[in-house]
């Protein structure tokens, strides 16, 4: 089992800054493929980013390369998600979830997932 609470969301306005974490528990957190994903309102939840067990890897999806950034403190047992240039289409409820290994990026892969928080974007 593995508990995560996301933090962070809030309102912001177009072109500013916020960064999302994710606090885990349970299962050893330095092992797992963490993973954020959004779902805006009357949409299908997406894949955003990801980061392998030691940092190493990383991968976005085309919407938000270049603006967002995953990190990850596996001491403090934490993921982040630093979110610059925010557009309003970037509006939706953020989620993070883990999974066992590997750069995965489809929903199906992951197996525990957090509450959401939620982003809202003003333009």
């Known amino acids: 089992q593995v508990q995560l609470v996301e933090s962070g969301g809030g309102l912001v306005q177009a072109g500013g800054s916020l960064r999302l974490s994710c606090a885990a528990s349970?299962?050893?957190?330095?092992?797992?493929?963490m993973g954020w994903f959004r779902q805006a309102p009357g949409k299908e939840r997406e894949f955003v980013a990801v980061?392998?067990?030691?940092?190493?890897?990383?991968d976005y999806a085309d919407s938000v390369k270049g603006r967002f950034t995953i990190a990850r403190d596996n001491v403090k047992n934490m993921v982040y998600l630093q979110m610059n240039s925010l557009k309003p289409e970037d509006t939706a409820v953020y989620y993070c979830?883990?999974?066992?290994?590997?750069?995965?990026?489809?929903?199906?892969?992951?197996?525990?997932w957090g509450q959401g928080t939620q982003v809202t974007v003003s333009s």
């Open positions: 349970g299962r050893t957190f330095s092992s797992l493929t």
């Open positions: 980061i392998t067990w030691n940092g190493r890897n990383t």
């Open positions: 979830a883990t999974t066992g290994s590997g750069l995965l990026t489809k929903l199906a892969s992951y197996d525990y």
